[in-house]
């Protein structure tokens, strides 16, 4: 591309013809002017054209900025969406165990008291009943309390002759004053238990120490509702044989423990409060 002031000087100079060396002195100096003028305008331009894509550069980076900006946002208001929801529900279900954990407690402490209750109910009518054996009665009759039940073991000697399943005369007397304390604790549940040695029987009218054991609980039941009046619907009779040993039948001390009758005494669980309140005031008192 032609310089257009080199131009207008070169025709000057044809038109004119000859010029003083002064007047092409200056001439040049102009024209040295000029150029510089002439490439410092197209450095500017190059430049100006340079900084233009740069700009474009820094806006289209910043719009993709802008853009990776507006996702991160949303998706940490979804996450803290998410969390509150959570939360939230981490709060009922806090609040629904604490409901349980205390509900819990209640129960327990409801158990605990029970127990305690049923410990002294227990113990106030064991020691109703030992203080109103004699000495002769207490040697051949044992009571315990063991997890809530009250046990009353009779044995059978006191109770019976060898090989029968009558009741003594002088049964009847110890047999009375457990009727009474049966008697006074209206809503307990009463099984009489037969257990013998592991003596076979030799009896034609029984089979075995099955029988045996059973005919022997079903005496004392029928003693206790037909003599001493206590209620039939409470009482239930059972015979274990000889599978129910409390000592080594080797020795006769042994087999003469495992031949017993037991009296079992327990209260019914869905009257269990109203008993409490029927317990003896004084627990060392005998009527």
Not at 81 to 98: E, F, P
Not at 119 to 131: Q, Y
Not at 190 to 206: A, F, S, Y
Request: charged share 25%; with cysteine.
């Amino acid at each position: 591309m032609r310089n257009p002031a080199i131009i207008l000087i070169v025709a000057a100079i044809s038109l004119s013809g000859c010029v003083s060396n002064k007047k092409y002195a200056s001439l040049q100096a102009e024209h040295r002017a000029l150029q510089q003028d002439y490439t410092t305008v197209q450095m500017n331009l190059a430049e100006s054209k340079a900084n233009g894509k740069s700009l474009e550069t820094l806006l289209e980076e910043a719009r993709r900025n802008n853009a990776e900006l507006k996702q991160s946002y949303a998706n940490l208001q979804k996450s803290l969406d998410h969390s509150i929801q959570q939360n939230t529900q981490g709060n009922v279900n806090i609040s629904k165990l604490v409901d349980e954990i205390n509900a819990s407690n209640r129960y327990i402490k409801q158990l605990v008291d029970a127990k305690s209750k049923s410990d002294s109910l227990n113990l106030a009518l064991t020691t109703k009943l030992t203080r109103s054996l004699d000495y002769d009665e207490a040697q051949e009759v044992n009571v315990k309390v063991l997890k809530g039940v009250v046990y009353i073991s009779l044995a059978d000697n006191m109770l019976f002759k060898s090989g029968s399943y009558e009741v003594n005369d002088r049964a009847m007397q110890t047999l009375g004053k457990i009727a009474k304390i049966i008697k006074d604790y209206g809503d307990y549940d009463v099984l009489v238990e037969g257990n013998t040695d592991d003596v076979p029987i030799n009896r034609t009218n029984i089979r075995n120490n099955w029988d045996l054991s059973a005919l022997r609980a079903s005496s004392i039941v029928q003693v206790l509702q037909n003599d001493f009046n206590v209620n039939p619907s409470r009482l239930s009779a059972a015979g274990r044989g000889e599978y129910n040993p409390i000592a080594d039948n080797s020795s006769e001390y042994g087999r003469q423990r495992n031949r017993r009758t037991e009296i079992i005494i327990t209260p019914k669980l869905d009257q269990f409060l109203d008993l409490i309140d029927k317990a003896p005031q004084n627990e060392g008192e005998v009527n």
